[in-house]
């Protein structure tokens, strides 16, 4: 891949996938959004319960926790289903990571003794499905919590401020931001990053596929990952739940 040539999609080094929101995409659920990213596609809901996991203590405050999965039809592979009861390895991980993520956009302490689950589903694979999901979860989350203040269920706005993330590679000595799956499968390192709309980092998750990759390069990645998000993925996600 040649320094100035297009990527397969026509997009530049730094370009990222439009991104869009279709909210309320679920009725049932306290807040839902299917967010497309390019072509990945996933569906986000909030729902809210009157419990909270036993290492809350009692009026203390609430929690936030996330599952994951991808659905039969989401790959160019049919993905089996987990029936085992347990989540497959790798949707745990990444469950795990939606949580810490969101977790960080509220005040738990203002919405005591509940917690508020955000299930994301990928419809669609294409690359960046985690980075999808926190950045369509986190849209969920604010719809639910807007529609807690309006029953009166909560008397403080306890958000903080969105969280957002992005995908970033290392593809034939080339910083490519939004890798597609087809990216992702050849980077010499590949990185997600997640971030609050303060600019500070939640999250940064790199791994060097091939050889070792330059402390300075590494850096340059998470900046502009870091940009993107403020210039962009966190903007949309203002403008999906009305903020």
Not at 62 to 80: I, Q
Not at 197 to 209: H, I, N, R, Y
Request: net charge negative; glycine share 12%.
């Amino acid at each position: 891949m040649p320094e100035g040539r297009a990527r397969g999609d026509g997009r530049t080094d730094g370009d990222i996938r439009e991104i869009s929101f279709e909210t309320g995409f679920q009725p049932s659920p306290d807040g839902s959004a299917l967010i497309s990213w390019g072509e990945t596609r996933v569906l986000c809901s909030a729902t809210i319960e009157n419990r909270v996991p036993p290492f809350i203590a009692p009026k203390s405050g609430g929690w936030v926790t996330a599952e994951y999965d991808m659905l039969p039809g989401s790959g160019n592979r049919r993905v089996k289903r987990d029936r085992s009861g347990a989540p497959k390895g790798r949707s745990q991980e990444i469950q795990r990571l939606i949580g810490r993520s969101l977790r960080q956009t509220l005040d738990l302490s203002r919405i005591p003794d509940r917690t508020i689950t955000i299930d994301c589903d990928v419809l669609v694979a294409d690359g960046g499905t985690r980075v999808a999901a926190i950045t369509g979860g986190a849209v969920a989350l604010r719809l639910a919590l807007k529609r807690m203040l309006t029953r009166g269920d909560i008397e403080t706005d306890p958000w903080k401020g969105f969280v957002g993330a992005l995908s970033i590679g290392l593809v034939d000595g080339r910083i490519l931001a939004d890798l597609t799956y087809e990216e992702d499968s050849k980077a010499e390192m590949d990185m997600n990053v997640v971030c609050l709309s303060s600019g500070l980092l939640v999250e940064l998750q790199a791994s060097a596929e091939h050889r070792p990759v330059h402390m300075e390069t590494v850096m340059d990645m998470a900046g502009q990952a870091v940009s993107s998000i403020l210039g962009y993925v966190i903007p949309s996600q203002k403008l999906a739940a009305g903020d």
